[in-house]
């Protein structure tokens, strides 16, 4: 665990790329919204989305745009964090929006840094990962994982979680992914990879996928999206690279942890809607928040011994 102050001079940062743009850059103001929007979305909590008994939070689905879209979204998922055990790791993933190749890739910086923040890596499970590529021969493109600060530099999809994770996680480090393609065979190799980890098995790592529901494109097309990929999320066992229709950037993650909790997940629909037309392109995007869980497992003396 650690306190939230800044980590000290010399240190290699992830700097804000959208302060100041899809959220205030001033401290005092970012603040003040973040708990204003915390604050309302708790008066608003009902039955509906409390949290399952017997079941624990290993999951949040979350969008990415400016605040004033999408900020309620957010904090609907992130209040679910408060009822929660302690999180000490959140394992942030999203899918790049360029350049895409058949790579996961890993950050070299010591931290991400937002106005309210600086959130350590993980460099230990960062390492573990590059090591067991290295170690492993069963993948015939190579090394998928790839530690490059260059993508993570350019990405926005994660950095708009952290002014959230500053109110509700701040002694949380972070092992941040990004997945050069949502291709079935990265993903599972990246699921093999953390299930080495056991990160899964560990009560105090929450995974945060960093997705939309749809692409941005006309009012028509976003909405039959945004439906097929609702549809598939109520699914037993539900899966995001199947269709055709399902177009959203963050399907690989949500692809990621059904593999890793084996269909175990029961999502809560926190908040479904849409952009409205921006303009000048005249087109939408869809959003949606969702909070998923996982049954408490029990252990008997005879597993225990």
């Known amino acids: 665990m650690r306190d939230n102050t800044t980590m000290e001079t010399g240190s290699n940062f992830r700097a804000p790329l959208v302060s100041g743009i899809f959220y205030p850059e001033d401290a005092d103001t970012l603040v003040q919204l973040v708990q204003d929007l915390l604050d309302r979305v708790s008066s608003e909590e009902d039955q509906q989305t409390s949290p399952p008994p017997g079941h624990q939070l290993r999951v949040l689905l979350v969008p990415h745009a400016s605040y004033p879209h999408i900020g309620s979204y957010l904090a609907r998922a992130f209040l679910h964090v408060s009822m929660t055990m302690p999180i ?16 996961v890739w890993l950050p070299d910086f010591d931290a991400f840094r937002c106005p309210l923040a600086d959130f350590p890596v993980d460099r230990q499970s960062i390492r573990s990962l590059t090591d067991s590529a290295s170690s492993d021969n069963s993948s015939s493109d190579g090394e998928p994982f790839q530690i ?158």
């Not at 790791?89 to 999203?94: A, D, G, K, M, N």
């Open 148 to 305: 490059n600060n260059i993508p993570f530099a350019e990405e926005h999809s994660q950095e708009i979680l952290l002014p959230m994770l500053a109110r509700t996680l701040p002694n949380a480090v972070i092992l941040p992914l990004l997945l050069g393609q949502n291709s079935r065979e990265l993903i599972q190799h990246t699921a093999h990879a953390l299930k080495q980890l056991q990160l899964t098995e560990d009560p105090h790592t929450l995974f945060i996928i960093s997705s939309n529901l749809s692409s941005f494109t006309d009012s028509v097309n976003a909405q039959k999206q945004a439906q097929s990929f609702l549809s598939e999320l109520e699914q037993e066992s539900p899966n995001f690279l199947a269709s055709r229709q399902i177009t959203a950037c963050g399907r690989g993650g949500l692809q990621l942890v059904q593999e890793l909790f084996h269909g175990d997940l029961t999502y809560l629909n926190l908040e479904v809607g849409r952009s409205g037309v921006i303009q000048p392109e005249q087109r939408e995007v869809w959003y949606g928040s969702f909070a998923g869980y996982i049954p408490i497992k029990t252990h008997t003396t005879r597993e225990e011994l």
């Open 88 to 103: 000490e790791r959140v394992v942030l993933v999203s899918t790049v929006h360029r350049d895409f190749e058949k790579r």
